[in-house]
């Protein structure tokens, strides 16, 4: 299939949101950015050979954001602690950030359990199936159709608390 082998069509398609997700396992943007760039190398090399290449993408970039956090733990919770606290970069784009209840949403993904916000991610902003998902995490199509659900209630619970809503 062409787009197979052209990467600007696949990064165009999954690149906002492998940086997002990148994001979630990385200490600030440009180690999100590395990560990204770390797991498109890995997935080029090998995507002919992939059951599913939009997995295996995916399951690149987890590794890379694996391998780069052992590699750089200590510097990792120094910058998290401050990249944290700034508030400055944002998850979602900037289009979004319209949005009145932009910084509650954001703060509300960062309450989540990872395991359920890199689904999360993965589902709405990767519009990923949940084989495909299941395939990048190394987990059942299954259990990640469960993370998603126990995030979607989650959020639910954690942004109609904050209007009232029970």
């Known amino acids: 299939m062409a787009e197979v082998d052209d990467w600007n069509k696949w990064l ?8 997002l997700l990148a ?3 990385t200490a600030n943007a440009d180690e999100a950015a590395d990560a990204m760039q770390e797991a498109f190398v890995r997935f ?3 995507r002919k ?8 993408l995916y399951a690149c970039l987890k590794r890379s954001a694996v391998d780069q956090h052992r590699q750089v733990n200590r510097r990792r919770r120094r910058e ?7 508030g400055v970069d944002h ?11 932009i910084g509650e949403i954001e703060a509300a993904l960062r309450e989540l359990p990872e395991d359920q916000c890199e689904v999360l991610t993965m589902k709405i902003w990767g519009r990923l199936k949940f084989e495909q998902i299941g395939a990048a995490l190394e987990i059942s199509p299954s ?3 469960s993370r998603y659900r126990y995030a979607l209630e989650k959020l639910r619970v954690m942004l109609g608390a904050k209007e009232g809503v029970s």
């Open 49 to 56: 050979s992939a059951v599913d290449p939009t997995a295996y």
């Open 143 to 145: 259990t990640a159709a």
């Open 80 to 86: 998290r602690a401050v990249a944290r606290e700034e």
């Open 91 to 101: 998850w979602l784009s900037a289009s979004d950030a319209a949005d009145p209840r």
């Open 23 to 25: 994001r979630q396992w």
């Open 12 to 19: 165009d398609r999954h690149g906002r949101t492998l940086l």
């Open 44 to 46: 080029w090399s090998r």
